[in-house]
Structure formats: structure tokens, C-alpha cells
């Protein structure tokens, strides 16, 4: 076995312990514009999956969910909303920007949501602490998937779910037509308004290295995860996985 094992970095092939920086530098750059970008680069269809997200999470009174990669805590404040006083909601992420950006967001709507900063690898929580457990649009830029996805199913509760939301394979007919909106469009739309080409350009580059729909699922069940189905959405641009520990 190799003593510098590789991952990749978008299309790009890097040593395994580069990967995590090269993904905080893109983070910390487009914080600040992250959630314009978002509305843009989606035509606002972010929103539209987040909420079947949250309607598909089944969050009740009193639960406790872990929202990871959780970045500016789109998720973490509907689910604060959804457990009332008597549950908890912990907004997790790797990066301090993003997390730093994403608490405030939730104090300035009344949420005093804890805020961990953490890698998803190696989470600093109990075994079977939580009922839910999301990640969206995070796992595509962890390094180690499997890994991540076995730490996620450990803090579950027995009877819990895992909600994986995440960039996917888009119908084919439909590829050519995303692909150059990915590559053209997203970067440009990155340099004018974030003033940063490189990172969208390395977001659509990372869409096409993330395992497609049926390998994800796969890759949840070898997690121990059980229950496994996932939903298409925007014709595949997009897909929502799911997953119990039972």
C-alpha cells in the first residue's frame, strides 16, 4: 500500500492529507457570498430541495438532530423550529467561516443553536446521541466518504435516520446541456459575484467524481445503514438518500 495515498480534489488528484485544506481554502473564500451564490447558481431550487429535506427528516418535539457540513444553517434553523424547546439541534462543520456565518444566522432568527466545528470523519459525539442526522451538499467534499458515512450511522439512535442530500447524476438527455452550464456559466458566475472562478469551477468538477445515486446507496448500506432508498430530484441534478440504523 502506498505511504501517500491519493483522493480527488475535483479532477484533479492530490495526496489524501491535502484534501481537507484544499476544501477549507475554497470554503473560507466563497463564506461570505455563499448564500447569493446558492440562489443563482440554482435558480432557487436549493430552497426547494432543502425543504423536501426537512419534510422527509420527520424532526418532532423534542428531538435531537445533527446537521452536518451544515454550513449557514439552512437546515439547522427548520429543524430548531421543528424540535421546540425540549429538543436540541447542534450545527456541525469542518470550516470555521462557514460555521461562524451560519450561527450567526441562527441567533439573528432567535435559534441559540450550539455551533461544533468538526470533521465529519471523526465526530465528537456520543454513540447513538441523535434522531436525525443530515448532511447536504457536504459528504461530495469529505475525503474519506466511508468513513464520514460510519461516523454518521455511530451517533444515531436506534430507529434513527440519516438524510444525505447531495449533487448526483442528471438525466442523461439533460447532461450535455448541465455540463455547459456547469462549466461555463458556474465560473463566471463565481468570478462576478464571489470573485472567485477556481472554487465553482472545482464545484462541478466534484458533482462528476461523487458516487452516482445506486453507488451512494450502496456505500450507506456497507455503512450499516438499513432502509436505503434515495429520490431523484430536478431530473437527477440533485438526490436525497436515506437511511436507518435499526
Not at 420527520?58 to 435531537?64: E, H, N, T
Not at 456541525?92 to 432567535?110: F, H, K, P, T, Y
Not at 464571489?194 to 458516487?211: F, K, M, Q, T
Request: aromatic share 8%; glycine share 10%.
Amino acid at each position: 500500500m502506498s505511504d501517500n495515498p491519493s483522493t480527488h480534489f475535483g479532477y484533479e488528484t492530490i495526496p489524501e492529507n491535502e484534501k481537507a485544506g484544499r476544501v477549507g481554502d475554497v470554503f473560507s473564500s466563497v463564506a461570505s457570498k455563499y448564500d447569493v451564490m446558492n440562489d443563482l447558481m440554482s435558480f432557487g431550487l436549493h430552497r426547494i430541495w432543502k425543504r423536501f429535506t426537512i419534510g422527509h427528516a420527520g424532526v418532532r418535539p423534542g428531538m435531537s438532530v445533527l446537521d452536518v457540513a451544515g454550513g449557514t444553517g439552512d437546515l439547522a434553523r427548520a429543524f430548531a423550529r421543528a424540535v421546540g424547546p425540549s429538543g436540541m439541534v447542534v450545527l456541525s462543520d469542518i470550516n470555521g467561516a462557514m460555521l461562524e456565518r451560519g450561527r450567526a444566522r441562527l441567533l439573528d432568527v432567535g435559534h441559540d443553536v450550539p455551533a461544533v466545528q468538526c470533521d465529519a470523519e471523526h465526530l465528537p459525539f456520543a454513540d447513538s446521541r441523535f434522531d436525525v442526522v443530515t448532511v447536504a451538499f457536504g459528504l461530495r467534499n469529505m475525503t474519506h466518504k466511508d468513513v464520514a458515512l460510519n461516523e454518521m450511522r455511530r451517533v444515531l439512535r436506534p430507529g434513527g435516520r440519516l438524510l444525505v442530500l447531495e449533487f448526483s447524476r442528471v438525466w442523461q438527455p439533460l447532461a450535455p446541456l448541465y455540463d455547459a452550464y456547469s462549466f461555463r456559466v458556474l465560473p463566471w458566475l463565481g468570478s462576478r459575484v464571489a470573485g472567485d472562478a477556481d472554487s465553482y469551477r472545482y464545484l462541478a468538477e466534484s458533482i462528476r467524481v461523487h458516487p452516482d445515486q445506486a453507488e451512494l446507496a450502496s456505500m450507506m448500506q456497507r455503512a450499516g445503514l438499513e432502509r436505503v432508498e434515495w429520490f431523484n430530484l430536478s431530473a437527477g441534478v440533485c438526490a436525497l438518500h436515506v437511511g436507518y440504523r435499526l
